[in-house]
């Protein structure tokens, strides 16, 4: 088992890491100090577990949940917090569980149990089903085509759907962004903004822009700029290296 520690707080990585020790001695652990750092590390290597503290020095460990996920679905994420009220948030933001400090062994064990026997679930999972398709299948102009994932640059919302971009054509399809953002999860695509989910592959140039937020341009679509919300702006630098 691979786990990754990540807190700011050199006493309080030690002990986290030290009692994982007790509980899996046979478990890897890496351990990190920022949010920087925690995403170069996921993009290098899989983890299957991550214990991640909230409050972060360079930025807060809820904002970069849906970035975590992105890039690692199957990895379960677990909230460190010295406050109870983030108990809440975790369980909004569709992470694993949560543990408080100081960490209680008995409390850390039973957070374990919980994720090692969901780990065995997907593995089961990952044998009876077949390979995620390399295609995206979109119902457009009254038929069905099939698009290569990797060359879509960006999906917009349009009217009551969403315009899929792909280099020198557009389609039209009826469903919401969010539907495209969940289909091609842990596919390389990040939502820069509510209207708009970007192929991170295909950024060609970020750059300051409007209200001290970004505006970034993509591979084929040079004359357009998009916007990327203030809330983002730190993870997509972080993602984008």
Not at 54 to 75: C, S
Not at 164 to 190: A, D, M, P, W
Request: hydrophobic residues 35%; charged residues 30%; glycine residues 6%.
């Amino acid at each position: 088992m691979k786990i990754m520690v990540v807190d700011d707080e050199r006493p309080a990585r030690s002990e986290l890491i030290h009692q994982l020790h007790e509980l899996i001695p046979k478990a890897e652990i890496e351990e990190a100090d920022s949010g920087a750092a925690v995403l170069n590390l996921i993009v290098e290597k899989k983890f299957d577990i991550l214990f991640l503290d909230i409050n972060l020095g360079d930025i807060q460990g809820t904002a970069l949940v849906k970035a975590l996920k992105n890039i690692q679905p199957d990895m379960k994420i677990i909230f460190v917090t010295a406050y109870s009220e983030y108990a809440v948030e975790a369980f909004e933001l569709e992470v694993e569980n949560y543990i408080m400090k100081p960490f209680s062994k008995k409390r850390l064990e039973k957070v374990l149990k919980k994720c090692c026997c969901k780990a065995e679930e997907t593995e089961e999972r990952a044998v009876t089903e077949p390979p995620a398709s390399k295609r995206l299948s979109i119902s457009h102009d009254g038929k069905t085509v099939f698009e290569d994932i990797g060359n879509i640059v960006y999906i917009e919302t349009y009217n009551r759907g969403c315009l899929i971009h792909v280099t020198g054509k557009s389609y039209y399809e009826g469903k919401t962004i969010g539907e495209y953002e969940r289909k091609l999860e842990g596919r390389g695509f990040f939502r820069c903004q509510k209207s708009y989910l970007i192929n991170l592959e295909k950024v060609s140039e970020i750059f300051p822009w409007r209200n001290n937020s970004l505006g970034l341009k993509l591979q084929g679509y040079e004359n357009e700029v998009l916007p990327v919300a203030r809330e983002k702006t730190k993870i997509i630098r972080q993602l984008l290296g």
